[in-house]
């Protein structure tokens, strides 16, 4: 393989710190809102009723999951085109610019309507942007290292997740700490969204230091060579040879993002509601879950490697099917400190297991012309679906203690549909 020999070590680790920091910082964004979900309720979105309020908020965060498509559709296509590098600068900054940018926002209090009106409109520029990181985050890491690492590479990426849950959970305990009680009201949480601004340094970091994908560039360089128009990107993945692959990929991402947003993204609010746990000591049990859910992917990746993506997929599954959903019910009726740890860590562990191979399933289901928009989209559109899962299952509770209940019903039906996908996809290993 070209990029076994050609790529020299400094490439390798500057690609894969891109790679794993660029989606953690972005995704480390979208948890800000997770974390302080009943704080921002109150205030953007008033209601009587807890469970409602609380229901817009998660609505509010599926928005901005759900134009994410738009986003990877869009730099996807540039990536493709115009290289991955360039679309991860772009891309890294904007969320940082955007996610700084909902710390400025006033109240319903103070403004009235305009209030939500403008902070769904900014996590909708959000999730355009976040849409587009997937392009160049998913892409240049897998194409730049050796083949026999790809699984791992596919599960350090994903589990940037549990970076940016960990760095979120950081912020969460240090902000509540300097603003405790109705500070946060009225300070903390703007503080939240204005470390967003991390994103912003890190995009001028890459803009010195990032080597462009080699695969892609050999690619580059074989179009100049034939001197054939190229069709475009976005084009030939939605024609006949490539839509039915799009449909299966969105079918297995959709079963494993339901998974990863109903328990490392739902943990934060079910630890605060149902355990009636305080937003600082909730903040110190997520960073062990977000430690565990970052070795998790790693280590399941690397199976993948082993023994196969598809194989991995059913295994996951399964195991998932019978244990997540007794853990959480036994979560929901305990209240000492270091089970709810355990706990935390066990339901973390396998909700990130899920997803740890699907970023290099989708690399080896498409071609290096389309790769970067076939796996954005393939994976924008499904956790644009899994991102839904949290508001059903918040809006469909009418008190606080349905929810375990309700979760548990929707995680069962995710997962039986992950296992589903998973049936009829083909082995993809050493198809890149």
Not at 49 to 59: G, K, R, W, Y
């Amino acid at each position: 393989m070209a990029n076994e020999t050609s790529v020299n070590n400094r490439q390798v680790i500057v690609a894969t710190i891109a790679s794993v920091l660029g989606w953690s910082l972005d995704l480390f964004d979208l948890f800000l809102i997770l974390y302080v979900a009943p704080t921002v309720g109150s205030l953007f979105f008033p209601s009587k009723i807890q469970t409602l309020s609380l229901a817009s908020v998660f609505a509010a965060f599926a928005i901005s999951v759900l134009v994410r498509p738009l986003g990877s559709a869009f730099f996807g296509n540039y990536a493709d085109k115009w290289g991955r590098k360039r679309a991860m600068i772009i891309t890294v900054t904007g969320v940082g610019v955007a996610t700084s940018l909902l710390g400025t926002l006033p109240t319903f209090n103070r403004v009235g309507l305009l209030a939500p009106i403008l902070f769904l409109l900014i996590r909708v520029l959000q999730g355009i942007f976040v849409g587009g990181v997937t392009a160049s985050t998913h892409t240049i890491g897998t194409e730049t290292v050796a083949p026999r690492w790809r699984g791992l590479m596919s599960g350090l990426i994903s589990g940037g997740a549990s970076i940016g849950s960990l760095v979120a959970s950081i912020v969460l305990f240090i902000v509540t700490s300097i603003f405790p009680g109705e500070a946060f009201k009225v300070w903390g949480w703007r503080f939240m969204f204005f470390s967003g601004l991390l994103c912003v340094v890190f995009g001028i970091i890459l803009y010195k230091t990032l080597e462009e994908s080699p695969i892609w560039l050999q690619m580059k360089e074989r179009e100049q060579l034939n001197k054939k128009p190229v069709a475009t990107p976005l084009k030939t993945l939605l024609s006949k040879a490539y839509a039915p692959i799009l449909l299966i990929n969105i079918i297995i991402v959709a079963g494993a993002a339901s998974q990863y947003y109903l328990t490392s993204g739902y943990l934060p609010s079910f630890l605060e509601l149902v355990n009636q746990v305080s937003r600082s000591t909730v903040g110190k049990i997520m960073i062990s879950g977000s430690i565990v859910a970052f070795i998790s992917p790693v280590l399941v990746g690397h199976l993948s490697e082993m023994i196969g993506r598809k194989k991995t997929f059913l295994l996951t599954g399964i195991i998932n099917l019978f244990i997540v959903p007794v853990i959480y019910l036994q979560l929901s009726q305990i209240h000492t400190y270091s089970i709810m740890v355990l706990f935390t860590i066990i339901i973390s562990f396998l909700g990130n297991a899920a997803y740890a191979p699907v970023l290099i399933f989708l690399n080896e289901r498409f071609p290096t012309e389309i790769r970067a928009s076939g796996t954005a989209l393939s994976w924008n559109i499904g956790f644009a679906i899994g991102g839904l899962m949290p508001t059903f299952v918040t809006a469909l509770s009418p008190t606080l203690k349905y929810i375990p209940t309700r979760l548990i019903a929707f995680l069962i039906g995710v997962t039986i549909l992950f296992l589903i996908g998973s049936l009829v996809s083909p082995e993809t290993k050493g198809r890149f």
